[in-house]
Nanobody
Framework: VQLVESGGGLVQAGGSLRLSCAASGRTFYVMGWFRQAPGKEREFVAAVNWNGGRTNYADSVKGRFTISRDNAKNTVYLQMNSLKPEDTAVYYC???????????????????WGQGTQVTVSS
């Protein structure tokens, strides 16, 4: 499956952005968002199971970010509120076709990746 992210941009601290990840086909399995800041390793942000009924978040974004999906549109979203400068990174969408309900956070579990979208939060 091919994944294309969109929705990144420049926002002030405290602001909001919504990222979208459009898939080229059906994705009835776990989908996730990761991010990579300059000079840092790529890290898990959030993931959702196949029907949107189960989610998992990194501690750093809990209560501020919400992941959701619309399977009719083959799209996964990441609503980001109360953004902080430390949220600045390239955000990647990823697919874990081996799992439908078990949400794993390790990068190696995800085998399809988008090209990424830049999110910059100014202070």
């Amino acid at each position: 499956v091919q994944l294309v992210e969109s929705g990144g941009g420049l926002v002030q601290a405290g602001g909001s952005l919504r990222l979208s990840c459009a898939a080229s086909g059906r994705t009835f399995y776990v989908m996730g968002w990761f991010r990579q800041a300059p000079g840092k390793e790529r890290e898990f942000v959030a993931a959702v199971n196949w029907n949107g009924g189960r989610t998992n978040y990194a501690d750093s974004v809990k209560g501020r970010f919400t992941i959701s999906r619309d399977n009719a549109k083959n799209t996964v979203y990441l609503q980001m509120n109360s953004l902080k400068p430390e949220d600045t990174a390239v955000y990647y969408c990823a697919a874990d076709p081996s799992h439908t309900n078990v949400i794993l956070t390790a990068l190696r579990e995800y085998d399809s990746w988008g090209q990424g979208t830049q999110v910059t939060v100014s202070s």
